[in-house]
């Protein structure tokens, strides 16, 4: 058997199903082994959506999602979307091909360093020299990405080793490491803590971050906060932990979330963390999340917790666990909520301002709510970055499926891909990626790998001419001064969709939504839906 080869019987034994990438030389011999196998390869159009379509497959299956590129400018150009990943807390194993490894140092063609190189973007990374370790490699970066603090690992493997031959494939049935042992069972003392500490609590708010969706705690998360009556907020990553219309949440916190929930959060007595970073986005002052309350902090990363704000009680460890203990401690808590319920269905009144709307366009809230309103309740929404992030999060109502976006690393183009991974994993849901037309325009090229693959995907663009959300910082900052932000009317979607064979709706007005959504539901192809915006509108307008 060729390294090659002991690859893809590794990734087999694994339960792979789908490898994104894009060929070169240096990575040939996997992809020749691997047209042997029941995996299926989806050949992107550039290697950065690789890794975006890994990490679609990998958040609405559970699955590590994988992809594989060539040497130099192929592993560079990946980079980007294994910082993604690791930003997001995403699963992946990415496979990079490397010229032979007796060249290595000697700057030959279509070299780089590339474990170097991702070092800070990756949970590890293997330079691999000999063949006969393969399957202990693969078995540990699936381990490692999959376990703990999820998120991307790298394997790098000149292709000399792909093509040498290993003496015996043994997989392994286990993975023993010293050195990578995550906590997954939150401390009993700690836990114990936090129930006392709730028991005396008066104005108890659960703040859910993307670690709670990582560990598939939507339903433990559900049953104590029910069972004990206490208002949830979440970050952006932390979006459809909970429904949306859940009576006990109000809101995305963050200098675009909802005022109400960051109202709530400063406000409470008792702030319970739970998989999220503290980072700047979600909270830009975390003293004042500090002040005048207990902060119990629940993260399965020990260097989260602390890094941005010191918490009365940290608890290590896999936040369903952690729920599922607090579900079934012992000592019945004893607590009431109503008037704190009632106080911020208040904060929900007094802060909630209208937005202006520009009759002669579509407005963004109208067309979302309606979107919403219209998919499955199972449907797939992914968002991506700018404006149409902001209105997604803002408006996008979830019942039972997934909303997606980048948060950590907030990459433009990151929709597009994500939701071909996502369809694939799920080709039974609906899913709809939004994006703004300059997000479209960095992953448009992957229109052809929709088409190639004829995977149904529904894109919906909200067409301002701008980069929308850098103009609107430009319009408060520097008084409307627009530096290298327009983007006139190009490119033209409706050509864009014949030149793909794609279906093309365009809805210009609000009263043209209901129509346009269904036509674009309804229909088996792949479709563009080009919505017109106010140029002048604001995320937060």
């Given amino acids: 058997m060729l390294g090659a080869e002991a690859v893809v019987k590794a990734l087999s034994q694994e339960g792979v199903e789908y490898v994104f990438g894009y060929p070169g030389v240096a990575i040939c011999p996997f992809y020749e082994a691997i047209t042997h196998s029941d995996i299926k390869t989806v050949l992107v159009r550039t290697e950065q959506s690789a890794a975006h379509m890994a990490s679609g497959l990998a958040r609405v299956s559970g699955k590590v999602g994988v992809c594989a590129v060539t040497s130099g400018p192929g592993a560079t150009n990946l980079i980007t979307g294994i910082a993604t990943a690791f930003a997001d807390s995403i699963p992946l194993v990415c496979i990079t091909g490397q010229v032979n490894s007796a060249l290595l140092g000697s700057d030959v063609f279509q070299e780089a360093d590339i474990t170097g190189a991702a070092e800070s973007f990756v949970k590890y990374s293997y330079l691999v020299k000999d063949p006969q370790d393969i399957p202990r490699v693969i078995k540990e970066a699936f381990h490692i990405a999959s376990t703990g603090r999820k998120g991307p690992v790298l394997i790098d493997i000149p292709i000399d080793v792909q093509n040498a031959e290993i003496r015996k494939f043994k997989y392994p049935d286990e993975v023993s ?3 990578y042992k995550p906590t997954f069972v939150g401390n009993y003392a700690q836990i114990k803590k936090t129930v006392k500490a709730l028991s005396k609590a008066e104005r108890p708010v659960i703040c859910v971050g993307g670690g709670v969706l990582l560990s598939n705690a939507k339903d433990s998360l559900r049953t104590f906060v029910e069972k004990y009556n206490i208002p949830v907020v979440s970050t952006m990553m932390g979006i459809g932990a909970m429904p949306t219309e859940h009576p006990l949440y109000f809101g995305m916190v963050g200098n675009n979330g909802k005022p109400w929930a960051n109202k709530a959060m400063n406000e409470s007595d008792l702030l319970i963390m739970v998989g999220a970073r503290v980072a700047d986005r979600a909270v830009n002052q975390p003293d004042i999340i500090t002040e005048n309350k207990v902060m119990v902090h629940i993260d399965v990363d020990p260097a989260e917790i602390g890094k941005n704000c010191g918490p009365t009680i940290p608890i290590v460890g896999d936040a369903d666990n952690i729920f599922n203990q607090l579900n079934s401690f012992e000592e019945e808590i004893e607590i009431d909520t109503k008037d704190w319920l009632k106080t911020l269905q208040g ?55 997934k909303f ?15 939701a071909l991974g996502a369809k694939l994993a799920c080709p039974d849901k609906q899913v709809v990626a939004v994006c703004g037309d300059g997000a479209f325009q960095m992953s448009m090229m ?4 929709i088409k190639q693959e004829d995977v149904p995907v529904k894109i919906i663009v909200l067409k301002n001419g701008f980069l ?52 674009m539901l309804s229909s088996s192809n792949s479709c563009i839906m080009e919505v017109t915006v106010d140029p002048m509108d604001l995320a937060k307008g």
């Fill in 347 to 401: 904060f929900k009144k007094d802060l909630f301002v209208k937005r202006k709307v520009n009759p002669e366009f579509v407005d963004p809230e109208c067309f979302i709510k309606t979107l919403s309103d219209m998919l499955d309740k199972e449907a797939i929404y992914v968002a991506d970055v700018g404006q149409n992030q902001i209105w997604s999060c803002s408006f996008h109502v979830v019942k039972e499926g």
């Fill in 446 to 449: 992957e229109l052809a790998t």
């Fill in 468 to 519: 929308g959300m850098v103009r609107e910082y430009q319009h408060y900052t520097y008084k409307d001064n627009y530096s290298v932000v327009k983007l006139n009317d190009y490119p033209d979607l409706k050509k864009i969709s014949e030149a793909y064979s794609m279906d093309y709706i365009k809805v210009s007005v609000d009263a043209e939504i209901k129509d346009g959504v269904s036509k």
């Fill in 404 to 418: 997606l976006t980048t948060g950590g690393m907030g990459t433009m183009g990151y929709s597009i891909p994500a």
């Fill in 177 to 179: 490491m010293r050195t």
